[in-house]
């Protein structure tokens, strides 16, 4: 019962994100991407959000809790947007980012390729008797080694620059419900988020990308599957708009 609550929290929350997507363009405030996102889940009927709306262009994208959402979405950025709608007690927790002209710069695109790939990483790793602890470290070598690929550091000790939280919290009652110790181990029946990210200043670039996944017997099952994350998705989706 629970998880079917999560599902709809999750599918109110994809159907929102798709009309933030269809209005965003240049010129916006990040405050009209978060009106759109916050009306449109309020018209499905949910509780609310499930935390205050995340909406940063360019370097507010690399700020973890940046809330203010007064700045332009300047064509040429990217904009962050974390956000979850609340259905029934439940929280969704989901962050997309979005090309604010409906195409990645070259640059943007090879780094959000590094954090999708920690991303969809973690979503073939995450299994029972797996701690939140092994998971970041996963997460946390994709990401060094993308960004060696990309020049910005040297070694993987330095990635820390670059990413700076943990790829995972539990979720449900609360966006970041009862937590276990970093070294208990996860049990079917549990959800966590999935969200690596990038945050380089210097570029004014900040990714992230987080699902939210169901731990199965011998697997996970990636709750938020159905929203877009692919890039040439999302640039087809906001051609075609
Ligand atoms: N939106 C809060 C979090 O992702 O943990
Ligand atoms: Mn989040
Ligand atoms: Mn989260």
Redesign the pocket.
């Given at each position: 019962d629970e998880v079917a609550q999560l599902k709809t929290a999750i599918e109110i929350t994809d159907n929102a994100l798709q009309y933030v997507m269809k209005h965003l363009e240049p010129g916006m405030a990040e405050y009209q991407a978060q009106a759109d996102f916050e009306y449109q889940i309020m018209y499905q009927g949910a509780d609310g959000t499930?935390?205050p709306t995340?909406a940063g262009s360019g370097a507010n994208g690399t700020m973890l809790?940046y809330e203010t959402n007064r700045d332009i979405c300047e064509d040429g950025t990217l904009l962050l947007m974390?956000?979850?709608a609340k259905y029934q007690g439940y929280c969704a927790?989901i962050?997309r980012t979005y090309p604010v002209n409906g195409h990645f710069t070259q640059q943007q695109r090879a780094v959000y390729e590094v954090v999708l790939e920690a991303n969809r990483t973690i979503a073939k790793t995450a299994r029972p008797g797996m701690t939140l602890r092994e998971l970041n470290d996963v997460c946390k070598k994709v990401l060094a080694e993308g960004c060696i690929r990309l020049g910005l550091i040297e070694n993987e000790e330095e990635i820390g620059t670059y990413y700076m939280h943990s790829v995972s919290?539990h979720l449900g009652i609360d966006?970041?419900d009862v937590n276990t110790l970093e070294n208990d181990k996860l049990l079917p029946g549990m959800v966590i988020?999935d969200?690596p990210g990038l945050y380089i200043d210097e570029w004014e670039i900040g990714i992230r990308i987080?699902d939210d996944l169901l731990i199965t017997e011998d697997g996970c099952e990636v709750l938020s599957e159905q929203i877009i994350r692919d890039p040439d998705e999302i640039e087809g989706f906001m051609q075609n708009r």
């Open positions: 499930s935390f995340i809790h974390d956000l979850g927790d962050t919290h966006v970041h988020s969200e987080e």
